[in-house]
Each structure stands twice: as structure tokens, then as C-alpha cells.
């Protein structure tokens, strides 16, 4: 299966909504999880199974879509939400990231 | 408090070999299944290797198989890595994961990542 993630990266300011595609050629169910990865840091879970907010993780977060697109989106982008977000599924023993999202400064 | 530890890292000569360890605690080591990443300089994430709960699979990206030998100690709550024949290729940020709650082990979403070892393969 492949997965095309897009965009690569986008420029967006504080308070705007941020979307994010991931599309797969075949159908995953709903077995797509969200990673944000701030510079230096590990990657952190954000939504799974499309559309589950992972504890914690706050709700201006959401995941949608099934089959074979997905959507992320940040509905008022905050400060701290600056950084590159990976989509993720697994497919017969096989687990792929998207190519990611570089989230920047407008 | 769900904790994953790596080192071993370091510098190796192409052709050498290394071992990563991950040392888990504050949950139930023995029912996940584990997984190893990778992220190169200035590149993307890439999946290497997962184990199940029991050690019992074993799977391969394709890049590191042959190469790679992922594997477990229950009882020292340690998952390891094993690289031979390391290549400039293989110079990356190793990050160890623990799956989260799902009904099937290879579905379930990688809950907590350790800080992660860095590799780096030169002459």
C-alpha cells in the first residue's frame, strides 16, 4: 500500500486552521494514527484509529476520515503546536509513516 | 510512569556491528509488543523492526533484513537490537516504542517512544 501525505509543509499563523491529508491506494480501515515531532524530541501519539484523541492530547486536535482518506486537523493553531506531524498505518507486517508535515511560522 | 530507555549508540565502522538495548518499566512489559524507528539527519521517520509481547514474531523492514536482529527479555524488561553489516545508510536517531491498547498487536499505534540512541556508521 502507499501513502501519500500532504502537504510536505505549510505556513500558518497563530489561531488559523490547519488541515493535513494522508491518502493510501487501498483501503486501511481506520487504522491511521497522528505523530507530532517537535526538533530534537521523540514523535508523540496524538490521534489513533483515525479519529480517537489519545489521553491527554488536547481537543483543538482532531483526526477524520476512513478507508483511504484521512484528514488532521488543528482547529486554532497554537504556539506550541509549531512542527512536523506524521500519518502512520500497517500493512502485512509492514508499518509506514507518511513522508510528514513541516507546520511553520507564517 | 511509562518509561523506555535506550543507549548503546555510538560510532561504528562500516562493516561493524552494535546493540541496542531499550530498558521499559511502569507497565506490564510482558503483554506489548515492542517496535524499533529510526529517523536519519533531516529525514522522516522509518519503521525497523517489531516484536510481538511473547518474542514470538519477528518482522523486517526490508532495508535492515538479514541484517537486523530484533529480539526480548521478559524478565529484564529489555527489548534489543541487534545490527550487523551497518552501513553510512544505517546513520540514524533509534527510537524504541511501546504499542498502545488495540485488539490485534500489529493495529495498535505507537504510544510511547523513548528519547531515543544515536547511530552513526563512518569511516
Known amino acids: 500500500i502507499q501513502m501519500t501525505q500532504s502537504p510536505s509543509s505549510l505556513s500558518a499563523s497563530v489561531g488559523d486552521r490547519v488541515t493535513i491529508t494522508c491518502q493510501a491506494n487501498?483501503?486501511?480501515?481506520?487504522?491511521l494514527h497522528w505523530y507530532q515531532q517537535k526538533p530534537g524530541k521523540a514523535p508523540k501519539l496524538l490521534i489513533y484509529d483515525a479519529s480517537k484523541l489519545e489521553t491527554g492530547v488536547p481537543s483543538r486536535f482532531s483526526g477524520g476520515g476512513s478507508g483511504t482518506h484521512f484528514t488532521f486537523t488543528i482547529s486554532s493553531l497554537q504556539p506550541e503546536d509549531f512542527a512536523t506531524y506524521y500519518c502512520q498505518f500497517y500493512d502485512n507486517f509492514l508499518w509506514t509513516f507518511g513522508q510528514g508535515t513541516k507546520v511553520e511560522i507564517k | 510512569q511509562e518509561q523506555l530507555v535506550e543507549s548503546g549508540g555510538g560510532v561504528v565502522q562500516p562493516g561493524r556491528s552494535l546493540l541496542l538495548s531499550c530498558a521499559a518499566s511502569?507497565?506490564?512489559?510482558?503483554?506489548?509488543?515492542m517496535h524499533w524507528v529510526r529517523q536519519s539527519p533531516g529525514k522522516g521517520l522509518e519503521w525497523v523492526a517489531a516484536i510481538s509481547y511473547d518474542g514470538s514474531d519477528e518482522y523486517y523492514a526490508d532495508s535492515v533484513k538479514g541484517r537486523f536482529t530484533i529480539s526480548r527479555d521478559n524478565s529484564q524488561e529489555t527489548v534489543y537490537l541487534q545490527m550487523n553489516s551497518l552501513r553510512s545508510g544505517d546513520t540514524a536517531m533509534y527510537y524504541c516504542?511501546?504499542?498502545?491498547?488495540?485488539?490485534?498487536?500489529?493495529?495498535?499505534?505507537?504510544?510511547?517512544w523513548g528519547q531515543g540512541t544515536r547511530v552513526t556508521v563512518s569511516s
Open positions: 511502569g507497565f506490564s512489559f510482558s503483554l506489548y509488543g
Open positions: 487501498q483501503d486501511i480501515n481506520n487504522y
Open positions: 516504542v511501546k504499542l498502545g491498547n488495540s485488539g490485534s498487536w500489529l493495529l495498535a499505534p505507537f504510544a510511547s
